[in-house]
């Protein structure tokens, strides 16, 4: 089953920066769209952002354009998600998972663990 494993969460104060990483196992992540999603207490999983199997397209949730930046490494096998200026509402755990198209409705990856972001003064 393709699985992707994601790290790099942490607990930051407010105005404050982390960059998550998500990394493939047993599959190249080059085929591939990846999508960054989270899940806040109590809330349904969102997507925050989506970059295209060769990083030439990208897209972001409103609530964290111009702050946060996708970006991946195909030779590392690995995709990054830089967040700046956090906000208290940024606080969720964070998944990665493949898709074929940024568009496509369904990732053909299982869910992982996820990595928790913490924003707290």
């Known amino acids: 089953q393709l699985q992707l494993v994601e790290s790099g969460g942490g607990l930051v104060q407010p105005g404050g920066s982390l960059r998550l990483s998500c990394a493939a196992s047993?599959?190249?992540?080059?085929?591939?769209?990846i999508g960054w999603f989270r899940q806040a207490p109590g809330k349904e999983r969102e997507g925050v952002s989506c970059i295209s199997r060769w990083g030439s397209t990208t897209n972001y949730a409103d609530s964290v354009k111009g702050r946060f930046t996708i970006s991946r490494d195909n030779a590392k096998n690995t995709v990054y998600l830089q967040m700046n200026n956090l906000k208290l509402e940024d606080t969720a755990i964070y998944y990665c998972a493949a898709k074929e198209l940024c568009v496509s409705p369904r990732t053909v990856t299982s869910w992982g663990q996820g990595t928790q972001v913490t924003v707290s003064s």
């Open positions: 047993g599959f190249t992540l080059d085929r591939y769209a």
